[in-house]
């Protein structure tokens, strides 16, 4: 299965900080919820073959325990879709 997303942004004058990198949007926004998420789950076994331990701690394909911010970015940016 081939998945293709583009993200389009449009620059405008704002007050406001704006985070256009997903990497960076995941570490500050990343919620204990997502992970418990069936669809994220499988994102992660599917991108990266990581899984769920417990709360932030994953487990990745050679079984090292890892944190959420270890995730590859494509993984990041579908599990923020």
Known sequence: ???L???IFQRAKTDKNVIVDSRGFFSINKQL???QN???RNIMQYVDKTS???GFCLVN???MVIPPEYLSTGCKTAILV
Do not use: R, S, T
């Open 38 to 40: 069936p669809v994220v």
């Open 5 to 7: 997303l583009n993200l």
């Open 1 to 3: 299965m081939l998945v």
């Open 52 to 54: 769920v331990k417990e």
């Open 61 to 63: 394909q050679l079984g």
């Open 33 to 35: 919820e997502w992970f």
